[in-house]
């Protein structure tokens, strides 16, 4: 890990306390950490709907992984441990927000709030519209929605959000030195 491929958000509270959280650049050895970790913090929902499969849940990761447009959300003092992921793709209309996901002992105490926040500045920058689509029955759509996604759509599996966005595109030296994962280009 160098430096200029992390972020580290000094001042990000999780649970009232300073936490050490950065951000870094998906690699092609990330794959399979982060297939398997969609597997365990989608597993609950995706049986609840019908649609677990062992083997599916992973290659669909795998399938769509892109280390150009994914961050690795790093924890722990030397920023060493992976806590999550999250991909931000441009499309035609704006950005796609997908591949959030965070390890069930960080989930509910800030940090994914902290990561959003830091995504949602970088992309409201670009003025863009951000979208992104979560498991009905999820509890990851009150996250979203307490940062300004609206449902748009749904349908008997998802729940389509997107939070508009307008302004000028502006994209600062720090935001592409440290964050190269989550570029808008």
Same mark, same amino acid.
């Given at each position: 890990?160098?430096?200029? @491929?992390?972020?580290? *958000?000094?001042?990000?509270?999780?649970?009232?306390?300073? #936490? +050490?959280?950065?951000?870094?650049?998906?690699? @092609?050895?990330?794959?399979?950490?982060?297939?398997?970790?969609? @597997?365990?913090?989608?597993?609950?929902?995706?049986?609840?709907?019908?649609? %677990?499969?062992?083997?599916?849940?992973? &290659?669909?990761?795998?399938?769509? !992984?892109? #280390?150009?447009?994914?961050?690795?959300?790093?924890?722990?003092?030397? =920023?060493? /441990?992976?806590?999550?992921?999250? #991909?931000?793709?441009?499309?035609?209309?704006?950005?796609?927000?997908?591949?959030? %996901?965070?390890?069930?002992?960080? &989930? $509910?105490?800030?940090?994914?709030?902290?990561? =959003?926040?830091? *995504?949602?500045?970088?992309?409201?920058?670009? $003025?863009?519209?951000? +979208?992104?689509?979560? =498991?009905?029955?999820?509890?990851?759509?009150? =996250? %979203?929605?307490?940062?300004? !996604?609206? *449902?748009?759509?749904?349908?008997?599996?998802?729940? !389509?959000?997107?939070? /508009?966005?307008?302004?000028?595109?502006?994209?600062?030296?720090?935001?592409?030195?440290?964050?190269?994962?989550?570029?808008?280009?």
């Amino acid at each position: 890990m160098t430096a200029a @491929a992390t972020v580290t *958000v000094p001042g990000e509270s999780v649970v009232g306390r300073p #936490t +050490r959280w950065g951000l870094r650049a998906a690699s @092609a050895a990330d794959v399979e950490v982060i297939a398997e970790l969609r @597997a365990t913090v989608m597993r609950a929902d995706l049986e609840r709907l019908g649609r %677990y499969d062992e083997h599916r849940v992973r &290659q669909r990761l795998r399938d769509s !992984f892109s #280390t150009r447009h994914t961050s690795i959300i790093m924890t722990g003092h030397e =920023l060493d /441990r992976i806590a999550g992921s999250v #991909t931000v793709r441009p499309v035609e209309d704006g950005a796609l927000l997908e591949h959030f %996901y965070l390890a069930p002992c960080h &989930q $509910g105490r800030g940090l994914g709030s902290a990561v =959003l926040r830091t *995504v949602l500045r970088r992309t409201d920058r670009h $003025g863009v519209t951000v +979208r992104l689509n979560v =498991l009905r029955g999820s509890a990851a759509r009150r =996250l %979203y929605e307490r940062h300004g !996604f609206v *449902v748009e759509s749904e349908d008997p599996v998802d729940v !389509f959000m997107v939070r /508009r966005r307008s302004g000028a595109s502006v994209t600062s030296d720090e935001d592409r030195a440290t964050a190269p994962a989550l570029e808008l280009s």
